[in-house]
T-cell receptor
Framework: EDKVVQSPLSLVVHEGDTVTLNCSYE??????LLWYKQEKKAPTFLFML????IEKKSGRLSSILDKKELSSILNITATQTGDSAIYLC?????????????FGKGTKLTVNP | DVKVTQSSRYLVKRTGEKVFLECVQD?????MFWYRQDPGLGLRLIYF???????EKGDIPEGYSVSREKKERFSLILESASTNQTSMYLC?????????????FGPGTRLTVT
């Protein structure tokens, strides 16, 4: 059965801290891994990763994929209160050519001032 | 800006009622999706559609059906609502091709079935 596991499930830090969120997966036919940020409204897309070892960066956020370990990490440096959100990891699976996204349960990040 | 709208933000229905959740997108996207989100379970795909009148089951289609008569509109139908369908429902759309992963989500509908 396909699955995506995120850890930790929740995290509380202070502004300025650096955090690392983890995502591991087991899917039939891996195509890519995606990170989303969800605040009070709908999830917004952050990164898509397809190749191992290549870091994607956007401001204070960065992410990297390790296909050997079947995992990815999302790093946030110098956290701000506005980073408080649920971070979702999803893996694109394509069994038999039909693509779908399998989501993890999310990591709830709280950044305190 | 891509806009995905859902017909209601909050909805309260009784057990056994037929419920329609509507989703409309204005970017001429081919793909549309319905998810539900529950605490501790993350997002789960109910149904998706790659074209008008075309639908495919997601991971949890039981108790739901969908309709896509026009490209911009994707409806989720609960034939006979049950309390375990109380949830947040999210609609999303994306274009064909490699950008399909960049899904644009609606604001969600919080459905309570009593």
């Amino acid at each position: 059965e396909d699955k995506v596991v995120q850890s930790p499930l929740s995290l509380v830090v202070h502004e300025g801290d650096t955090v690392t969120l983890n995502c591991s997966y087991e899917v039939t036919n891996f195509r890519s891994l995606l990170w989303y940020k969800q605040e009070k409204k709908a999830p917004t897309f952050l990164f898509m990763l397809t190749s191992s070892g290549i870091e994607k960066k956007s401001g204070r956020l960065s992410s990297i994929l390790d296909k050997k370990e079947l995992s990815s990490i999302l790093n946030i440096t110098a956290t701000q209160t506005g980073d408080s959100a649920i971070y979702l990891c999803a893996v694109e699976d394509a069994p038999g050519g039909s693509e779908k996204l399998v989501f993890g349960k999310g990591t709830k990040l709280t950044v305190n001032p | 800006d891509v806009k995905v709208t859902q017909s209601s933000r909050y909805l309260v229905k009784r057990t056994g009622e037929k419920v329609f959740l509507e989703c409309v997108q204005d970017m001429d996207h081919e793909n549309m999706f319905w998810y539900r989100q529950d605490p501790g379970l993350g997002l789960r795909l109910i149904y998706f559609s790659y074209d008008v009148k075309m639908k495919e089951k997601g991971d949890i289609p039981e108790g739901y059906s969908v309709s896509r008569e026009k490209k911009e509109r994707f409806s989720l139908i609960l034939e006979s609502a049950s309390t375990n369908q109380t949830s947040m429902y999210l609609c999303a759309s994306s274009s064909q091709g490699r950008e399909y992963y960049e899904q644009y989500f609606g604001p969600g509908t919080r459905l309570t079935v009593t």
